[in-house]
C-alpha cells in the first residue's frame, strides 16, 4: 500500500504540462515544483528565443495601479525582490532611478519646454528639453530577462521539471478533459496543461477549433544591445524624443549591470507572426534609427551595437492578460502579459501553482478570466468538448 501510494503521488506531481518556456511558462514551472509537482516543459526552441530575451527587464511597483494589474504587479515587484536569494543566481536585479525626459534630434529646432526638475545622468548628452523623476530605487527595477529565465528554469529542473524539445500539434482530450499533448507525432499523458506561448497562443484555436478561444496578438517591439566606452550609472529613462523630420517616438533606455545599454522602441502594431520563433527578424531600417537616437543620446560613448534584435509582445483586446481556466477541465492559459511580462511574470507563476494545485490563488484572477470575452448565452461560450479520436 506505501508504494501504491507513493506511485500514485508520484503520478500525480507528473501530470501537469506548460507550453513554453518563456518567462511566464518558467515562473510557472518554478513555483509549482517549489510546491512539489515535478511538471513537463515543452519548447519549440530555445528557452530564451523570443521575447523573454529580447524584453528590457523594466520592474515597477505602483505603475499599474490604476488598472486591474495592479494588485498582481505589486506581488510580483516583492517577490522579484525575493527571488534572487532564492535562485541563487545573478541575472542583473537591481534597484535603479527612472526618469521622463523630452528630448530630440540635433536638426530639429527646440525651446526648452518646461523647467529640469531632475537632471539626467552624466551619460546622457542628448538636447533636455525636461526632466523628471518618476521612478525611484524604492519603486522601480530591472532584470537582464533572458538571465532571469533561465534562473527560472532552471531553478524548476533542480526540483524535479523536465524540459522538453519539441513542437507540438495538437492536444489530446476525452469526455471533456485534457488528457495528453501531441508533440512530434507522440502523446505526453497530462491531465493538466497550461498554455504559455505568448502570441504563439493563438494556435490553440488550430488545435482545439470548437473551444471559445479569446483572440491573441502580437506587437512587433524593436531594440538595440550596445556597448558603451566607459560605464552608464543606472537610470532608466523613459524618452519623448523629437525626429529630424517632426515624427515623436518614445524610446526607452536600460543600461545594465554587464555593461551593455539596452534601447527598444518603434513598435509594429500589425506586422505579420511567423508560424517559428526562430523566423522572427528586426527591420533593418528600424534598428537604424534606433541606433540614430542612441549616438544622439549617448553621444562619443554610444560605442559598438553588439545586437539588433525583435520580437513579439502578447497582447488581447482590452490589454490585460489571459490568466485562469479554458473551457476543458484541466487546460489553463497564461499570456497576453504585453510589455509587463517580465515584471508580472513571478506573480503570475505563483498564482497559477496555487490555482493548479489548490484551486485558488490568494491573487484575484477574475480580471484576467479569458472566460470575460464570451457573450453570455452564445453558441460558442456553451460549446462542449466531446472526445479527441
Request: glycine share 10%; with cysteine; net charge neutral.
Amino acid at each position: 500500500l506505501h508504494l501504491q501510494s507513493m506511485l500514485k503521488q508520484w503520478y500525480q506531481r507528473r501530470v501537469r504540462g506548460i507550453l513554453g518556456s518563456g518567462v511566464i511558462g518558467s515562473s510557472i514551472a518554478y513555483f509549482l515544483s517549489k510546491k512539489g509537482a515535478k511538471p513537463i516543459v515543452v519548447e519549440r526552441c530555445s528557452v530564451i528565443c523570443s521575447a523573454s530575451s529580447k524584453a528590457g527587464g523594466f520592474l515597477a511597483l505602483d505603475w499599474c495601479d490604476s488598472s486591474d494589474l495592479g494588485p498582481l504587479a505589486r506581488r510580483s515587484f516583492q517577490l522579484h525582490s525575493q527571488l534572487p536569494g532564492e535562485l541563487g543566481f545573478d541575472y542583473g536585479y537591481r534597484r535603479l532611478d527612472t526618469l521622463e525626459v523630452s528630448s530630440c534630434d540635433k536638426g530639429v529646432k527646440y525651446r526648452r519646454q518646461q523647467k529640469i526638475e531632475t537632471a539626467p545622468p552624466s551619460w546622457f548628452t542628448g538636447a533636455c528639453l525636461s526632466s523628471s523623476t518618476i521612478g525611484s530605487t524604492e519603486t522601480t527595477a530591472q532584470v537582464h530577462p533572458a538571465l532571469f529565465t533561465q534562473a527560472l528554469i532552471e531553478g524548476a529542473r533542480k526540483m524535479g521539471a523536465e524540459l522538453i524539445n519539441g513542437t507540438v500539434e495538437g492536444i489530446s482530450y476525452e469526455g471533456g478533459k485534457v488528457n495528453g499533448v501531441l508533440v512530434d507525432g507522440k502523446i505526453i499523458p497530462c491531465s493538466k496543461l497550461v498554455i504559455a506561448l505568448g502570441p504563439w497562443s493563438a494556435k490553440l484555436s488550430e488545435w482545439l477549433p470548437d473551444l471559445a478561444i479569446p483572440e491573441i496578438t502580437g506587437v512587433k517591439a524593436h531594440s538595440i544591445v550596445s556597448r558603451p566606452t566607459q560605464p552608464f550609472i543606472p537610470h532608466a529613462l523613459f524618452l519623448t524624443y523629437t525626429t529630424e523630420d517632426g515624427k515623436t517616438e518614445t524610446p526607452e533606455v536600460y543600461p545594465r549591470n554587464d555593461g551593455t545599454v539596452y534601447m527598444c522602441g518603434l513598435s509594429e502594431k500589425y506586422a505579420k507572426l511567423p508560424s517559428d520563433p526562430n523566423e522572427v527578424v528586426p527591420s533593418e531600417n528600424k534598428c537604424e534609427q534606433l541606433h540614430k537616437m542612441a549616438k544622439e543620446l549617448y553621444g562619443d560613448t554610444c560605442g559598438e551595437i553588439e545586437r539588433t534584435q525583435a520580437c513579439f509582445l502578447p497582447c488581447t483586446k482590452d490589454s490585460l492578460p489571459l490568466i485562469g481556466k479554458l473551457p476543458l477541465e484541466g487546460l489553463y492559459i497564461a499570456t497576453g502579459h504585453s510589455c509587463w511580462g517580465i515584471l508580472n511574470s513571478p506573480g503570475t507563476g505563483e498564482a497559477m501553482a496555487e490555482l493548479i494545485l489548490e484551486g485558488k490563488s490568494k491573487i484575484d484572477l477574475s480580471p484576467f478570466d479569458p472566460a470575460r470575452f464570451q457573450k453570455s448565452g452564445s453558441k460558442s461560450s456553451r460549446k462542449k468538448m466531446g472526445d479527441m479520436s
